[in-house]
């Protein structure tokens, strides 16, 4: 493992990504990072823009206004990338998915644009989850980076 | 007034020990490993055994995460875990207490289809003897019977338990189309009151 993937397993920076819903797992996400749960034991950071990021979290379903941006979003992001899903909508669509009648609005999860990696259901989930979540997600990235480079 | 305490005791430990829960390590005895309230509804567990398969959970969720497949051998009771929202409707609904909401919450996976996120129960399916539909399972049938003869007035059991014998094995459908031959209409015991 050369340098600088150490350097990325070791302090991966995390770009929080809100598509649409109700705001409850953005909520458990700060919590996460907060110092009562702290998330940045691992050497996580909350950063401003997508194009320093490592690990996209994505709370909520995506509207279907939403879908140009999330597609550019993850675009944006560099690669290796790893995007965690947080949250039943973010995961199934949960209430706002419907398959018949479709929802006028509301496209679903937003894994029916972008690949996501590791999903972590709840509504909203507890924050000791989405710790769970993110070192999956850190585990995933360590992964990638070395596929990458064979 | 306990829980006034109780969160005055955490508040004074604050100043003793580190903020921060032990969460995935779980070594340090000083401080708190997870925090999970006694109301903490997690992920649905469902009594293999208890369950009947009668859709009622089905009917009632919120989310669409209740899902019923019906095949001609078996009916699959499923929930999904990613479309849940532990609203805990069924498990108020449900007539023979299967579903419990446990307090397990942790729960990651990187693969929509792994079978962590979905709790499936099997059902056998019985046929109609007319026309081969399958259309109840075979537990929910016996259970409807048991509760029935539990509570019916006594004075028309005789004739309601003789009329489920005698249409047993018919599908609604079917059961209908046969009221006349077969002699079993439900409201037969109100007329012989009235005559």
């Known amino acids: 493992m050369g340098l600088i993937d150490r350097a990325r397993i070791y302090s991966p920076w995390v770009y929080h990504f809100h598509c649409g819903g109700c705001n409850g797992c953005d909520i458990e996400t700060l919590a996460a990072l907060a110092p009562r749960f702290d998330a940045e034991r691992f050497g996580i950071q909350l950063v401003a823009s997508p194009r320093h990021a490592d690990i996209l979290i994505t709370t909520g379903c995506v509207p279907k206004q939403f879908i140009p941006m999330i597609k550019r979003v993850y675009k944006q992001t560099p690669d290796p990338k790893v995007v965690v899903a947080i949250g039943g909508c973010a995961c199934g669509g949960s209430l706002f998915y419907d398959e018949d009648p479709e929802n006028y609005a509301i496209l679903g999860s937003p894994d029916l644009l972008i690949p996501v990696d590791v999903y972590v259901p709840g509504c909203a989930p507890k924050p000791e989850q989405i710790i769970n979540g993110i070192v999956q997600g850190i585990l995933k990235l360590n992964e990638k980076a070395t596929r990458g480079k064979k | ?195």
């Open chain 2, 1 to 195: 007034m306990s829980t006034h305490i109780k969160i005055l005791k955490q508040v004074l430990q604050k100043y003793s020990s580190p903020m921060t829960l032990n969460y995935p390590s779980g070594v340090d005895k000083n401080r708190m490993y997870s925090q999970i309230p006694e109301g903490l509804r997690g992920f649905i567990e469902r009594d293999e055994e208890k369950c009947v398969g009668c859709r009622a959970c089905y009917m009632v969720c919120s989310g669409r995460a209740t899902k019923i497949f019906d095949t001609a051998e078996k009916r699959t009771v499923q929930v999904f875990h990613f479309r849940c929202t532990y609203c805990a409707h069924c498990e108020e609904c449900c007539p023979e207490e299967a579903i419990k909401m446990s307090k397990k919450f942790e729960l990651t996976v990187t693969d929509k289809n792994d079978p962590k996120a979905y709790v499936n129960t099997d059902l056998k399916m019985i046929s109609c003897k007319a026309c081969n539909r399958p259309y109840l399972p075979e537990k929910m049938q016996k259970r409807v019977f048991e509760r029935l003869s539990e509570k019916i007035d006594p004075k028309v059991k005789g004739i309601v338990v003789e009329d489920y014998h005698k249409t047993e094995g018919f599908c609604p459908d079917c059961k209908r189309a046969r009221g006349v031959m077969l002699d079993t209409h439900t409201k037969k015991h109100v007329w012989l009151e009235v005559v």
